[in-house]
């Protein structure tokens, strides 16, 4: 199956990303433009990544000693994707981009984490980038960003620590100042980092000319000593090799050095590392420490650090969505051409009574069989049901950049209300989507001679990429429901009962309608029962199946939207398109939406068993 008919209709059909066009950001480009970039990158997915995804998988990064050895398949993809233009696609045409509106770049970039994710198409390279653009100087915008965009330069993240892991306040990777005169280098004020990183995914390779890891670190105190908590920290610029001020290399290597490769459970294509800063293996002027660049202002490194973080949310949430895409498809390509099994019904009855199955009958294929349709209808609903809301993100990011003042400041804040959601729900839901396409196969999905093994493997690690369930739905309910006075659920509300409007009128859709606007009553009454006490205790200690219940509600949301948009596409016919977005919202509100009930009861009630059950009782 292509990708391509269900991008065309959520972007075109229901977000009507072709009106961008309007805005004289976008004012250069038109659909045929938009159509000529899905060409080139569905083409480059097919060619360079799709046929390796298997070897990638099997042939991981290794250390000889000196460098990490990658596959030739990953240096010919990386070397294609930055000749594509793709890391720059949404930057100003003066520092090499094309203008392209966020919306098209996420969608273009579909193509290529559903070929292969493990491969890479830089995430990373870009956000690191991106945040540079808004928190760097001229200089660093030049000379680290505009590389990184061209594809010369790659770029890291590098937050976690071997004793801290997602508890950042307790980072101790120090930075002082790197003697005389260091504030006024011409790439920013210049420090020596002593420290471990751990987890940073393509931290050590061969594939560009140069890596660009930004890296949270303390600068001590006037006593000497660390700044407890995240007040402390603050955002380095630390090259693997030293440039000068026109971004050439200047042939000295700084004091980052590779400790070891950690071989995950998936994404075994991508470099996993962990790195040692200015351990004095790579010293620089005679001296251990590597040489970092101050970002923004001291001390405000995780504000600085935070844009980056998001921007990658979204994009392991639509990591996790096309995984999820590609074993679907895997599956029902399979169940189309699996004979299995015949027909209930139309035999002689049993012994017991029940209907039994006519031997004497040719065998049906298994997508005839009603718990495979099943199967594959949840499959459909949670990853194309994924898909919409990651590109509904995207165009909201359009919407902030350059949007009218009110609306631009909406978006902002919706953006803010739906990122735990874009992050966490596709990396649930499309793991369990995954789960059921290994079912569909039978024996054969557990085996390496079909694909959907390994989707799921590399699923798995979007639960913890980026901050776990548990991180995400802290900052849901404890943060970003409430921030603002509420106003970003408001406006979340204010939006899904437009819908609820709009479909009531449907007869199609207006149980449908009613069943939302009852889930979006319950969310919001058991947001304000879950903070009753005031007590952070009592709110968060089911911070998770608040969101689990806020994801589905907001899913619940897009599809009955899509189906509207279904309906007004095929307003004369029905066609199979239509007919399996109807279907695919009809399963969601009747086997999904329930569970938000079961999930908001622990809410609502504050129930602390989990919270209060003691160690011993373990």
């Known amino acids: 199956m292509s990708l391509r008919p269900t991008l065309d209709f959520l972007l075109y059909d229901w977000l009507q990303a072709e009106s961008l066009n309007q805005r004289g950001r976008f004012a250069d480009h038109s659909r045929e433009t938009f159509d000529a970039v899905f060409d080139t990158c569905e083409r480059i997915a097919r060619e360079k990544y799709a046929p390796f995804n298997r070897t990638v998988d099997t042939q991981e990064p290794h250390f000889d000693g000196e460098k990490v050895i990658l596959p030739q398949a990953t240096h010919e993809a990386q070397k294609a994707y930055a000749a594509s233009g793709m890391l720059s696609a949404a930057q100003d045409y003066a520092m090499g981009g094309m203008q392209l509106p966020y919306t098209v770049e996420a969608a273009a970039n579909a193509f290529f984490a559903m070929a292969s994710v493990s491969i890479g198409s830089g995430l990373l390279t870009t956000g690191n980038a991106n945040l540079l653009m808004v928190h760097g ?4 915008k030049e000379v680290f960003a505009k590389n990184e965009f061209s594809g010369r330069f790659s770029g890291t993240m590098c937050l976690s620590e071997p004793q801290a892991g997602s508890s950042l306040s307790d980072v101790t990777t120090r930075a002082v100042p790197d003697g005389e005169g260091f504030e006024s280098d011409p790439l920013g004020p210049r420090y020596r980092l002593k420290g471990n990183k751990m987890w940073i995914s393509a931290g050590e390779h061969e594939l560009t000319d140069n890596i660009i890891h930004l890296v949270l670190a303390k600068i001590p105190g006037p006593d000497g000593k660390l700044i407890a908590g995240t007040r402390g920290i603050s955002l380095f610029i630390v090259p693997k090799k030293l440039v000068d001020e026109q971004g050439e290399l200047t042939g000295v290597r700084n004091d980052v050095a590779l400790a070891g490769l950690n071989h995950k459970l998936g994404w075994r294509g991508t470099t996993n590392t962990l790195l040692n800063f200015g351990e004095g293996k790579y010293p620089v002027k005679g001296e251990a420490g590597a040489v970092g660049y101050l970002v923004g202002q001291p001390h405000e490194g995780l504000r600085c650090m935070f844009h980056m973080m998001n921007e990658a949310r979204i994009g392991v949430g639509m990591a996790a969505t096309m995984l999820g895409m590609a074993g679907y498809y895997a599956s029902l390509d399979y169940a189309k051409n699996r004979p299995q099994g015949r027909p209930i019904g139309g035999g002689s009855k049993n012994g017991t009574g029940a209907v039994g199955k006519d031997a004497t009958q040719p065998q049906i294929r298994i997508i005839e069989h009603a718990d495979v349709k099943r199967m594959l209808l949840a499959q459909k609903a949670y990853c194309e049901g994924a898909l919409a809301l990651e590109l509904y993100c995207a165009r909201l990011v359009d919407e ?3 949007g009218e003042a009110q609306a631009a400041d909406d978006a902002r804040l919706l953006l803010e209300v739906l990122t735990p959601i874009a992050k966490s729900w596709p990396s649930e839901w499309c793991l369990e989507a ?16 079909f694909p959907v093994e390994q989707y799921w493997r590399d699923n798995r690690l979007n639960m913890i990429h980026e901050g776990t369930h548990g991180i995400q739905a802290l900052d849901l309910l404890g943060r970003k429901v409430l921030m603002e006075g509420g106003r970003g659920l408001q406006l979340l509300a204010a939006l899904i009962n437009t819908t609820v409007e709009r479909a009531i009128q449907r007869p199609e859709l207006a149980a449908h309608a009613n069943a939302l606007a009852q889930a979006l009553q319950r969310v919001g009454s058991a947001t304000k029962a879950a903070w009753a006490t005031g ?21 619940a949301w897009i599809w009955l939207d899509v189906a509207l948009a ?3 596409r095929d307003a004369t016919k029905t066609i199979a398109a239509t007919t399996g977005k109807l279907g695919a919202a009809r399963y969601f509100y009747h086997y999904e939406l329930p569970k938000v009930a079961a999930w908001l009861k622990v809410v609502e009630n504050r129930d602390l068993t989990c919270a209060d059950l003691p160690e011993e009782a373990f």
């Open 137 to 140: 100087t001229d200089a660093q």
């Open 400 to 402: 902030h950049h350059t």
């Open 434 to 449: 995954n789960s059921l396409a290994i079912q569909v196969h039978g024996g054969y999905g557990y085996t390496r001679d």
């Open 535 to 555: 007590q952070p205790g009592d709110a968060l200690a089911n911070a998770v199946p608040y969101m689990q219940a806020f994801g589905h509600t907001v899913l």
């Open 566 to 568: 279904a309906l007004k």
